[in-house]
T-cell receptor, first 114, second 111 residues
């Protein structure tokens, strides 16, 4: 069964450092998403991406965040200058036809900012 | 998107049907009901969705009341691996790309 893969599974970084979280969506999917979940809290939408541009973003997704599809297979989330409060599980997801269709989520990257 | 109300937690014996309710009394005519689940801290997993007719797939059944103000997700024969947080989400699939997750129902399946 096709799956969304995320790397690394766990990343520790120092406050103020830049991090890049990587995702390989399912190959024929056209819509890509990032969500995050702070420990013990709800899953929160960050951004959706279609046709090489952001289609929707939340208030959380400020100038510190950016997304990119650098080639035909990867989808990345960059946090420019990490803060302690960025510590969370970050989930990548993809879907074939927007959310008229089911979204497939990866297993997540646990980001710890120290 | 309409808000949903779900019980905080439920228990179910292994092998029995798990019936998870969701109230969405302010749902509008073009909003669909989606169910996802999250096992431990893994990524959410799609289960099923519907508009007004009952739906069934290999994982579960979705029963939507005639007035569409509530729905029930049914796992016909719960297993220990079904222990998870279950999220009921209502949304218009053509208006927005995002899923808004609430706090969901924590289902504990016991032997």
């Amino acid at each position: 069964e096709p799956e969304v893969t995320q790397t690394p599974s766990h990343q520790v970084t120092q406050m103020g450092q830049e991090v890049i979280l990587r995702c390989v969506p399912i190959s024929n999917h056209l819509y890509f998403y990032w969500y995050r979940q702070i420990l013990g809290q709800k899953v929160e939408f960050l951004v959706s991406f279609y046709n090489n541009e952001i289609s929707e973003k939340s208030e959380i997704f400020d100038d510190q965040f950016s997304v990119e599809r650098p080639d035909g297979s990867n989808f990345t989330l960059k946090i420019r200058s990490t803060k302690l409060e960025d510590s969370a599980m970050y989930f990548c997801a993809s879907s074939e036809a927007g959310l008229r269709d089911e979204a497939f989520f990866g297993q997540g990257t646990r980001l710890t900012v120290v | 998107d309409a808000k949903t109300t779900q019980p905080t937690s439920m228990d179910c014996a292994e092998g029995r049907a798990a019936n998870l309710p969701c109230n969405h009394s302010t749902i509008s005519g073009n909003e669909y009901v989606y169910w996802y689940r999250q096992i431990h801290s893994q990524g959410p997993q799609y289960i099923i969705h519907g508009l007004k007719n009952n739906e069934t797939n290999e994982m579960a059944s979705l029963i939507i009341t005639e007035d569409r103000k509530s729905s029930t997700l049914i796992l016909p024969h719960a297993t220990l691996r079904d222990t998870a947080v279950y999220y009921c989400i209502v949304r218009v699939p053509y208006n927005t790309d995002k899923l808004i997750f609430g706090t969901g129902t924590r289902l504990q399946v016991f032997p």
